[in-house]
């Protein structure tokens, strides 16, 4: 990677100090560092008053214990977290994501990168990210439902529409956020819908929610390919992950005529030359609840599985990582770029490491970075919020219209930025130009707080 200006080298070591063994975030925060030189090289006032410090502590930081008790009677504990990261643009908003690997660096990571999506959504959100070391994989619906009022029961007393408005992330959907936002309202007393995202249609909810984040990331890298008079038609796409982001990405993508010939989960993958069977691929995953090996298994004659192995060794023309950090490396990029992958689409947060997205530009090859084309999802939230607030609730195809018409102004922001300081094509450092920029302007206007 590039080496950092040199007012920014001791902001950077002073991360590295304060966040010891934190290497997801440092690895977020150096990435908009490495594109943020230029800026204070034009202008040196956006450095002023420890602004880039400030942009890199967050706000605040809760930690709390999560007891609750499991199907034998057993108790359990888990950790909770949010940390709130800038609110310069509006109340905190960000996902809430129960896994095991979750810890205080994770969510870190994820509520920076969060700051610079929601800002260049051009929506009034701030950036945040909670959740757990909590595992679901496993659990019963009780169980789900106990861990759920038991996070609630901490975190309500720092949540409000107009203070932090959660939502789902990896291991938090719909079924989640329905047993939170019931023991929001019967902690607080409360109907507060603005409070909490990702609801369902008939308590709060926003249609294409749901869709929106693999819809988003679609139209996203159907603008990049537009740039080079290229589309989705007939092309050859790899989608890694199968939940929620991979889902839409894939139905998105078929809309589209592409064609999706693999997707993963986290014990394997499958390929199906002909194309994913969407409609099973959403029984196994949404109401099977069951690993992607239950899909092949049911497909035996057209479909294969690898347990573990590379889903990125598959031939394709574009790859959609829909998983998870840190899921697609260098070698895993240069195998891409070997079988003629044409553009790479961030859907998961950062799940390209920095020397894949390096090998990806030195290549040409059309990268879209987490932050921008993973908008989508966030970007409707902030519209459920909207609907939320006026008490309305808007059609599906306007609600698409809407998600379609940010998606198209995220990408033209990134690709006007990227040229204006010189860098044509690289939707990266646009990206972190463009979501920097709003943010420091607003949080200059607001004083030193
Ligand atoms: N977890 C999603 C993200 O990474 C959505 C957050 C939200 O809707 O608040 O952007």
Aim: glycine letters at 12%; a negative charge; proline letters at 4%.
């Amino acid at each position: 990677m590039s080496p950092l200006d040199e007012k920014l080298e001791p902001i950077y070591a002073e991360v590295l100090r304060r966040n010891a063994g934190e290497l997801e975030f440092h690895q977020a925060v150096r990435e908009v560092l490495s594109s943020i030189g230029l800026v204070i090289a034009k202008h040196p006032d956006y450095a002023d008053q420890a602004l880039i410090e400030r942009l890199c502590e967050p706000e605040r930081q809760i930690i709390f214990r999560v007891p609750w008790i499991d199907d034998k009677g057993q108790v359990q504990i888990n950790r909770g977290f949010r940390v709130c990261f800038n609110s310069a643009l509006g109340p905190y908003k960000g996902g809430l994501r129960f896994h095991p690997s979750v810890n205080l660096g994770i969510i870190k990571f994820l509520g920076f990168e969060q700051t610079f999506k929601n800002a260049l959504t051009g929506m009034p959100i701030g950036g945040a990210k909670g959740g757990s070391d909590f595992d679901p994989k496993g659990r019963s619906e009780m169980e789900i439902m106990r861990f759920c009022q038991s996070f609630m029961t901490e975190l309500y007393r720092h949540l409000g529409e107009y203070t932090d408005v959660p939502a789902g992330d990896i291991g938090v959907g719909q079924r989640e956020i329905g047993y939170m936002f019931g023991q929001y309202k019967r902690i607080t007393n409360r109907y507060e819908s603005g409070v909490l995202t990702g609801k369902g249609l008939t308590w709060g909810g926003s249609q294409v929610r749901k869709e929106a984040t693999g819809y988003g990331a679609v139209f996203f890298v159907e603008q990049m390919l537009k740039t080079r008079g290229l589309d989705f038609e007939g092309k050859k796409v790899v989608v890694s992950g199968s939940g929620n982001v991979a889902i839409y990405t894939i139905e998105k993508i078929q809309e589209l005529g592409g064609r999706v010939i693999a997707c993963s989960d986290s014990d394997g993958y499958v390929v199906e030359e002909s194309g994913i069977d969407l409609d099973l691929l959403k029984e196994i995953k949404e109401v099977r609840r069951e690993r992607i090996s239950t899909y092949a298994k049911l497909r035996k004659d057209t479909a294969d599985y690898v347990p573990k192995g590379r889903i990125w060794d598959v031939p394709c023309d574009i790859a959609m990582p829909c998983a998870t950090q840190n899921e697609l490396n260098g070698g895993d990029a240069r195998k891409l770029v070997q079988n003629g992958v044409i553009a790479v689409g961030e859907g998961a947060n950062m799940p390209c490491t920095p020397d894949a997205v390096q090998i990806f530009q030195e290549a040409n090859v059309l990268f879209g970075p987490g932050k921008a084309t993973n908008a989508g999802g966030v970007a409707t939230s902030a519209l459920e919020m909207q609907q939320n607030a006026s008490r309305d609730s808007w059609t599906f195809e306007e609600t698409e219209q809407r998600l379609a018409t940010i998606m198209r102004q995220i990408h033209d922001r990134c690709a006007e930025t990227a040229e204006e300081y010189g860098m044509p094509g690289n939707y990266v450092a646009g990206a972190n130009i463009a979501g920097f920029i709003r943010v420091a302007e607003a949080m200059r206007a607001l004083g030193v707080i």
